[in-house]
């Protein structure tokens, strides 16, 4: 229970603080709107494979410059004070929890400017969520942590979070592009199912891997 | 494709009592075997002695662990340029080109990414015990990561090259066992090259770390 509650505070503070820091969120959203309109009227039409991957792109680079932030917007003092309060897995997982929502925030809100602009490409909604859902997942536990661990370098963090974030979720990405590929019915497959169990087996990985070692991150 | 033979050209294969697949597409460079394959698989097990020189140093904070980390696993990196390299050879001459489209290539591309961006990671710190920390950290978490990425996609989907998409590799019909006599050995040879490279790196690294503090 106490582990809830602290899980639970640390996403409310999450919470609280973004909402108190609107220009952080508002930028993300102009950003990745941006980025949207960009390829849109670089294209102008779009559809089929472009689509999906290209929405995907979107997300990925919202989603790290969003999630860049997590573990660098607050004091150093403050950080000390939350480690006396909190342990390591209660911190992370709490963290994770606020940049999942966050993330699916973005990927909803991406997917709603690519309708809206380039015409909704997606016909088998139920599999689309889920596997948005699930690669949406790893691709936030994978920033969280990569975020993390490039807190802990000097200067220049956000070159630093994409060298070593974007290799790791190339896999995810991947996955995430053949599902959604199959929701838009651009493939035939009907092995699906085991891309979905394969992207819920990557995460489950992450998670356990990130529960161990973030311990050692969060010690200083 | 022909069929298995134990015809090789002429005088290309002297010695007696060895022979090879001698298939149409692969040939004479069914030799790159010794280097390609063995190269990758001494690689991984670099890797993994770096995975478990990190994993140590995570429980005992010696810095010698690190050093010995570092060392094994850019030893891994030069390993995997020369298996790409080679790779890329054997591409040229079997399948037409220095690069195809081919899942396996791919992801073994993304595995190098993921340790180059090891190599940077540990040279974005001043604090030694810090970078020592986090950068174990980090080779864990890639090392983990890799692993679906080179063992399970490939798997799943259709590739040219062999162990994937149904195709076989080191299977019986493959390999013939006079081949095996020097494949195996090359494994070792290779792997062991390589520590002998990560120990000379290891004993530069705890020279400099000697000077630096000297000075």
Same mark, same amino acid.
């Given at each position: ?103 699916? *925030? %973005?990927? &909803? +809100?991406?997917?709603?400017? /690519?309708? @809206? ?87 489950? *990985? %992450?998670? &356990? +891997?990130?529960?161990?070692? /973030?311990? @050692?991150?969060?010690?200083? | ?215």
């Amino acid at each position: 229970m106490r582990t809830f509650r602290h899980v639970y505070a640390i996403l409310y503070k999450e919470v609280v603080l973004e909402i108190r820091r609107k220009h952080a969120f508002f930028g993300i959203l102009l950003f990745s709107m941006t980025l949207v309109f960009l390829i849109y009227k670089s294209f102008n039409q779009l559809k089929g494979l472009e689509w999906d991957v290209l929405m995907w792109t979107a997300v990925l680079f919202s989603g790290i410059n969003a999630i860049a932030k997590s573990f660098t917007q607050e004091a150093n003092a403050s950080q000390m004070y939350y480690y006396t309060l909190f342990n390591a897995q209660e911190v992370i997982i709490g963290k994770m929890i606020y940049n999942f929502l966050f993330l699916v *925030l %973005l990927t &909803g +809100l991406t997917y709603l400017g /690519f309708s @809206f602009f380039l015409g909704n490409a997606i016909r088998d909604f139920p599999l689309f969520i889920g596997g948005a859902l699930l690669g949406v997942y790893g691709l936030s536990a994978i920033f969280t942590f990569i975020a993390s661990v490039s807190a802990q370098g000097e200067g220049n963090n956000g070159v630093l979070m994409s060298v070593m974030a974007i290799p790791l979720t190339i896999p995810i990405l991947l996955l995430l592009i053949k599902i959604t590929a199959v929701a838009m019915g651009l493939l035939v497959d009907t092995a699906v199912g085991e891309d979905l169990t394969m992207l819920a087996a990557i995460d489950l *990985l %992450l998670s &356990g +891997l990130i529960l161990i070692l /973030f311990e @050692f991150i969060w010690k200083d | 494709m022909e069929g298995f033979t134990d015809e090789p050209g002429v005088d290309l294969v002297k010695p007696e009592g060895i022979r090879f697949p001698y298939r149409s597409i692969l040939n004479e460079t069914i030799r790159n075997t010794f280097f390609h394959v063995a190269l990758w698989m001494a690689m991984f097990s670099l890797y993994l002695v770096g995975l478990y020189h990190a994993i140590l140093y995570l429980r005992t904070s010696r810095k010698d662990h690190d050093l010995w980390s570092e060392a094994y696993n850019k030893a891994g990196i030069l390993f995997g340029i020369m298996g790409i390299a080679t790779g890329s050879l054997w591409a040229r001459y079997t399948w037409g080109s220095w690069w195809t489209n081919d899942i396996k290539l791919n992801m073994a591309t993304i595995a190098m990414f993921i340790y180059f961006g090891y190599v940077i990671l540990r040279s974005s710190f001043t604090d030694e015990e810090k970078k020592a920390r986090v950068s174990a950290v980090f080779s864990i978490f890639a090392f983990v990561a890799l692993i679906p990425l080179v063992f399970v996609i490939p798997r799943l989907t259709d590739s040219l090259h062999p162990g994937n998409g149904g195709n076989p590799a080191l299977g019986g019909e493959d390999l013939d066992h006079t081949l095996r006599l020097f494949f195996y050995p090359s494994i070792i040879a290779l792997f062991l090259i390589g520590c002998w490279l990560a120990q000379l790196k290891f004993r530069l690294l705890k020279l400099s770390d000697r000077v630096l503090k000297n000075r």
